[in-house]
């Protein structure tokens, strides 16, 4: 299946300036499955979304679906098809 990935602009750079990745993965592939696949193909958007303890970087929101990886089981959700999209937190005052 093929999974749509969606880009901040302060992320294209790290990927040629794509806004979107498709990224080929199994039907039962998780959220880790596909950044694995992403950090293959792009690895300074793989370190920027990821630390080297694996583990996603804190500014960064993943959404599956329409939902939170972080309020679902993290990096272990299952895709289950649906689209990606990744957001920088936003902090201000």
């Known amino acids: 299946m093929t999974i749509d990935v969606k880009l901040p602009a302060a992320l294209a750079s790290e990927c040629g300036g794509a806004r979107h990745l498709n990224v080929d993965a199994p039907p039962d592939a998780t959220l880790a499955d596909v950044l694995d696949q992403i950090a293959a193909t792009h690895p300074r958007l793989g370190r920027r ?3 080297e303890a694996g583990k996603l970087r804190r500014y960064v929101n993943i959404y599956i679906g329409d939902e939170e990886s972080r309020r ?5 959700t299952p895709v289950d098809g649906h689209d990606i999209q990744i957001l920088p937190s936003i902090a201000g005052g």
């Not at 679902?72 to 272990?76: A, E, I, P, S, V």
């Open 49 to 51: 979304l990821r630390d």
């Open 72 to 76: 679902l089981q993290g990096l272990d």
